[in-house]
Protein backbone atom coordinates (compact mmCIF):
# COMPACT_ATOMS: atom_id res chain seq x y z
CA UNK A 1 0.00 0.00 0.00
CA UNK A 2 1.39 3.13 -0.92
CA UNK A 3 1.26 6.86 0.96
CA UNK A 4 -1.70 8.29 -1.99
CA UNK A 5 -4.06 5.39 -0.78
CA UNK A 6 -3.61 6.22 3.21
CA UNK A 7 -3.96 10.10 2.40
CA UNK A 8 -7.31 9.19 0.12
CA UNK A 9 -8.64 6.60 2.73
CA UNK A 10 -8.14 9.17 5.49
CA UNK A 11 -9.18 12.26 3.93
CA UNK A 12 -12.33 9.71 2.96
CA UNK A 13 -12.69 9.06 6.71
CA UNK A 14 -12.27 12.89 7.78
CA UNK A 15 -14.96 14.26 5.56
CA UNK A 16 -17.55 11.79 6.35
CA UNK A 17 -17.10 12.30 10.07
CA UNK A 18 -16.67 15.96 9.77
CA UNK A 19 -20.21 15.95 7.84
CA UNK A 20 -21.30 13.99 10.67
CA UNK A 21 -20.38 16.19 13.16
CA UNK A 22 -21.60 19.17 11.06
CA UNK A 23 -25.01 17.55 11.19
CA UNK A 24 -25.06 17.01 15.19
CA UNK A 25 -23.93 20.24 16.63
CA UNK A 26 -25.80 22.44 13.50
CA UNK A 27 -28.48 20.20 12.33
CA UNK A 28 -27.49 20.89 9.28
CA UNK A 29 -28.29 17.98 6.46
CA UNK A 30 -26.14 19.50 3.84
CA UNK A 31 -22.86 18.76 6.02
CA UNK A 32 -24.07 15.41 6.65
CA UNK A 33 -24.82 14.31 3.12
CA UNK A 34 -21.86 16.41 1.34
CA UNK A 35 -19.58 14.76 3.84
CA UNK A 36 -20.79 11.56 3.73
CA UNK A 37 -20.87 11.43 -0.45
CA UNK A 38 -17.37 12.70 -1.06
CA UNK A 39 -16.26 10.60 1.86
CA UNK A 40 -17.95 7.39 0.62
CA UNK A 41 -15.93 8.45 -3.06
CA UNK A 42 -12.99 8.58 -1.85
CA UNK A 43 -13.13 5.22 0.27
CA UNK A 44 -13.98 3.54 -3.19
CA UNK A 45 -11.01 5.25 -4.82
CA UNK A 46 -8.54 4.30 -2.12
CA UNK A 47 -9.92 0.83 -2.60
CA UNK A 48 -10.32 0.67 -6.39
CA UNK A 49 -6.39 2.36 -6.32
CA UNK A 50 -6.01 -0.85 -4.14
CA UNK A 51 -7.23 -3.22 -7.01
CA UNK A 52 -4.62 -1.17 -9.41
CA UNK A 53 -7.10 1.34 -11.22
CA UNK A 54 -5.34 4.04 -12.15
CA UNK A 55 -8.28 6.09 -12.53
CA UNK A 56 -9.12 6.06 -9.28
CA UNK A 57 -5.88 8.01 -7.83
CA UNK A 58 -7.27 10.88 -10.66
CA UNK A 59 -11.20 11.05 -8.73
CA UNK A 60 -9.94 11.03 -5.79
CA UNK A 61 -7.71 13.92 -6.61
CA UNK A 62 -10.20 15.26 -8.17
CA UNK A 63 -12.76 15.02 -5.65
CA UNK A 64 -10.16 16.46 -2.87
CA UNK A 65 -9.35 19.91 -4.82
CA UNK A 66 -13.03 20.42 -5.19
CA UNK A 67 -13.02 19.95 -1.76
CA UNK A 68 -9.93 22.04 -0.90
CA UNK A 69 -11.67 25.11 -2.95
CA UNK A 70 -15.09 24.81 -0.97
CA UNK A 71 -13.37 24.43 2.26
CA UNK A 72 -11.24 27.76 1.85
CA UNK A 73 -14.43 29.87 0.12
CA UNK A 74 -15.66 28.92 3.42
CA UNK A 75 -12.76 29.77 5.63
CA UNK A 76 -12.15 33.14 3.65
CA UNK A 77 -16.00 33.21 4.25
CA UNK A 78 -16.27 32.67 7.68
CA UNK A 79 -12.59 33.57 9.21
CA UNK A 80 -13.00 30.49 11.50
CA UNK A 81 -10.01 27.57 11.51
CA UNK A 82 -12.43 24.80 12.35
CA UNK A 83 -13.36 23.11 10.31
CA UNK A 84 -12.68 24.56 7.67
CA UNK A 85 -9.34 25.42 7.97
CA UNK A 86 -8.63 22.31 9.35
CA UNK A 87 -9.93 20.83 6.12
CA UNK A 88 -8.36 23.09 3.97
CA UNK A 89 -4.85 22.14 5.32
CA UNK A 90 -5.18 18.61 5.24
CA UNK A 91 -6.97 18.04 1.84
CA UNK A 92 -3.66 20.35 0.27
CA UNK A 93 -1.65 18.02 2.07
CA UNK A 94 -3.79 15.04 0.50
CA UNK A 95 -3.69 16.44 -2.86
CA UNK A 96 0.46 17.32 -2.83
CA UNK A 97 0.65 13.60 -2.37
CA UNK A 98 -2.04 12.46 -4.70
CA UNK A 99 -0.62 15.02 -7.07
CA UNK A 100 3.02 13.68 -6.68
CA UNK A 101 1.87 10.08 -6.89
CA UNK A 102 0.17 11.07 -10.37
CA UNK A 103 3.37 12.77 -11.58
CA UNK A 104 6.36 10.28 -10.60
CA UNK A 105 3.61 7.51 -10.96
CA UNK A 106 5.51 5.58 -7.57
Given at each position: ?15 I ?13 VS ?12 F ?13 I ?7 V ?40
Amino acid sequence: MNLSIIAVFSYGILAIVGGIIGYIQANSQVSLLSGSISGLLLIFAAYFQLQGQGWALILAAFITAVLVVVFAFRLAKTRKFMPAGLMTILGMLALTVMVNQLVTGK
